[in-house]
């Protein structure tokens, strides 16, 4: 993937916070309903599909239902002015009528109802709630303005009929695919094993969020089926590991701007938007940074780090003047200390906006002092040694690369002061340093499978030397540089195998791969992995105009399945789910 031209400046980046949760996915109205337009689609292409069979009932006093074919479902998320779950409703539509069945799948607690089909397998991530559509009682039903206690006679043993094809005829189509949840794709046995997931979730919160308009001062959110009602979202909240959910009152996630750049309200009929637009996953820096990549690159800090303990120098005149110079210097491991020492650890930098990590280590003024003298002759030495490092992580919002870069310095100064009798005195300087400059960039780039690909691009090491009248010196320059070498071509070999692990496919596995297309990951501002996500079984195509008065499901060709007449429904009963029949 090419660095995006222009970083992502919208909500996703800037505003969206994830909250007390490891990962998100949000879903917009409009992607979950295209899905369920696709799914349905392929069952009304089968030659023996029953939804292609007409219905009929008649109802005294409450009109006539004939010649009526089960169109494609749909679900409303609803939206309210508080932030809590409001709920979401399955329509289960017809093309031709005026019958619609509506129902509340999720319970007031925010989970699925239990008779929903299926359960949630946080192992895989691929939460197929197969009971979209639920499996609906005739008893729960209400029809106009009567509940089901208000039939008698003929008219409730109609009226059961009828439900109760709807239901075998429904729950029969849709057996083989999980139409909802994470998943519309099918849920037979898997061809190859997946590979296992990074970060395993733990507990799930759903959370119903209204779109909303960045240009509306008193933009009020609403439900339904037309316009921008269409992009409110569906959460999965997560949590991964053993972390449990927040405590209750805690739960909702704030509004605070759009999980997603889609916009359908002044987009023509014949526009073909792009459904990642409208579909996204946050994965909370605490995993990404904190749990995943942090983890990976530490190993950048021990393989040039110098360390040194001491710094020796002697002089000394027996037949003629001499001195030395000698310390401990190590490039590389330090001593005591294993590879998995938290030492190696990158730190957040308190304060940094956007955030930033660093590897910070100095040995300063490791000094060193003798002197001599004889016959008349006497000799000063001074030497000081000093070396550090300083590796840091940083990004940019809004855009797919991170960059990691570091520097490690030595340095050593050494002074030599002669006095003679008879002569000239000396006063002479040296200096040794060295700097080593290296760059790590890297590219974030999904994968259609689930994993996220990281390519790397590697610039250096690069050496700067300074010299000063180097001669005392010049003996241990040999061992700075041959150490210094060895260090470099450590990193060479380190730095190639971590390039491998982060572009491997199963370098971080990212929850329902394969029922998901991750695209264009970048970075939120706090440090967040952002994915835009569509169904990766469902083609991106026409989003149906809601005003289409044209059946669906008409000769295999793809219409419209709402029905002109369709008003929002009205608040449902808690028991039996809240189905209505109108």
């Known amino acids: 993937m090419v660095l995006n031209a222009e970083t992502v400046k919208t909500d996703r980046v800037n505003k969206v916070r994830v909250g007390a949760y490891d990962q998100v996915f949000a879903l917009t109205q409009w992607i979950v309903n295209n899905g369920l337009e696709q799914n349905w689609l392929e069952l009304m292409s089968e030659e023996d599909s029953e939804l292609k069979e007409e219905r009929s009932f008649s109802q005294s006093g409450a009109g006539e239902i004939y010649g009526a074919k089960i169109g494609a479902p749909?679900?409303?998320?609803?939206?309210?002015?508080?932030?809590?779950?409001?709920?979401?409703?399955?329509?289960?539509?017809?093309?031709?009528?005026?019958?619609?069945?509506?129902?509340?799948?999720?319970?007031?607690?925010?989970?699925?109802?239990?008779?929903?089909?299926?359960?949630v397998e946080t192992e895989t991530a691929e939460y197929s709630m197969e009971g979209w559509p639920a499996e609906f009682e005739p008893k729960h039903c209400v029809f106009g303005d009567r509940v089901w206690d208000d039939f008698t006679g003929t008219e409730k043993d109609s009226f059961e009929f009828v439900i109760t094809r709807i239901k075998r005829d429904l729950l029969g189509c849709m057996k083989k695919c999980s139409t909802m949840g994470y998943c519309l794709a099918e849920t037979g046995e898997r061809e190859e094993k997946k590979p296992e997931l990074t970060f395993k979730p733990n507990a799930i919160q759903y959370q119903t969020y209204p779109w909303i308009d960045p240009n509306g001062i008193n933009f009020q959110p609403s439900s339904g089926i037309k316009g921008n009602q269409r992009l409110n979202y569906l959460l999965y909240c997560e949590t991964t590991g053993d972390r449990e959910l927040p405590p209750i009152n805690d739960r909702m996630i704030p509004r605070n701007g759009n999980w997603t750049d889609g916009r359908l309200d002044n987009m023509p009929d014949e526009a073909q938007p792009e459904s990642t637009e409208f579909g996204a996953f946050h994965m909370t820096r605490r995993n990404f940074f904190d749990g995943y990549l942090l983890k990976k690159l530490r190993v950048l800090n021990h393989v040039l780090n110098p360390s040194l303990t001491r710094a020796d120098v002697k002089v000394d005149d027996w037949s003629s003047p001499w001195c030395a110079w000698d310390c401990d210097l190590l490039v590389g491991d330090l001593?005591?200390?294993?590879?998995?020492?938290?030492?190696?650890?990158?730190?957040?930098?308190?304060?940094?906006?956007?955030?930033?990590?660093?590897?910070?280590?100095?040995?300063?003024?490791?000094e060193g002092y003798d002197e001599s003298g004889h016959n008349g002759w006497s000799a000063k030495v001074w030497g000081n040694a000093s070396c550090d490092t300083l590796n840091t992580i940083s990004f940019v919002p809004g855009s797919d690369l991170i960059t990691v870069e570091g520097r490690s310095t030595v340095d050593f100064y050494f002074k030599y002061w002669e006095y003679k009798v008879i002569g000239s005195n000396i006063d002479r300087t040296e200096r040794l340093k060295w700097t080593v400059s290296w760059k790590f960039l890297l590219d974030l780039e999904a994968v259609d499978d689930g994993g996220l690909q990281i390519k790397s691009t590697f610039e250096g090491p690069t050496t700067n030397t300074t010299l000063e009248q180097i001669s005392t010196l010049e003996s241990y320059r040999t061992y700075t540089e041959n150490a210094f070498n060895v260090a470099i071509s450590n990193m060479s070999n380190l730095r190639q195998e971590l390039a491998?692990?982060?572009?491997?496919?199963?370098?971080?596995?990212l929850p329902a791969g394969g029922v998901f297309f991750f695209k264009n990951p970048i970075l939120g501002h706090e440090g967040d992995l952002i994915c835009s996500v569509a169904y990766s079984k469902v083609q991106p195509k026409v989003m149906f105009n809601p005003n289409d008065k044209t059946p669906i499901n008409e000769d295999g060709k793809e219409r419209?399945?709402?029905?002109?007449?369709?008003?929002q429904p009205a608040p449902t009963p808690a028991t039996g789910g809240g189905f209505n029949v109108k």
Request: charged share 30%.
């Open 74 to 119: 749909r679900i409303v998320v609803q939206t309210g002015f508080e932030e809590d779950l409001s709920g979401v409703l399955y329509l289960m539509c017809f093309d031709t009528g005026t019958f619609e069945l509506t129902s509340n799948v999720l319970g007031p607690d925010g989970k699925p109802k239990k008779n929903a089909r299926g359960k």
């Open 335 to 366: 001593r005591g200390r294993s590879k998995d020492d938290p030492f190696y650890d990158f730190k957040p930098v308190a304060g940094s906006s956007p955030l930033r990590w660093e590897f910070r280590t100095s040995n300063q003024g490791r």
């Open 500 to 509: 491998e692990d982060l572009a491997g496919k199963q370098g971080l596995v």
């Open 560 to 567: 419209t399945s709402y029905d002109t007449r369709f008003k």
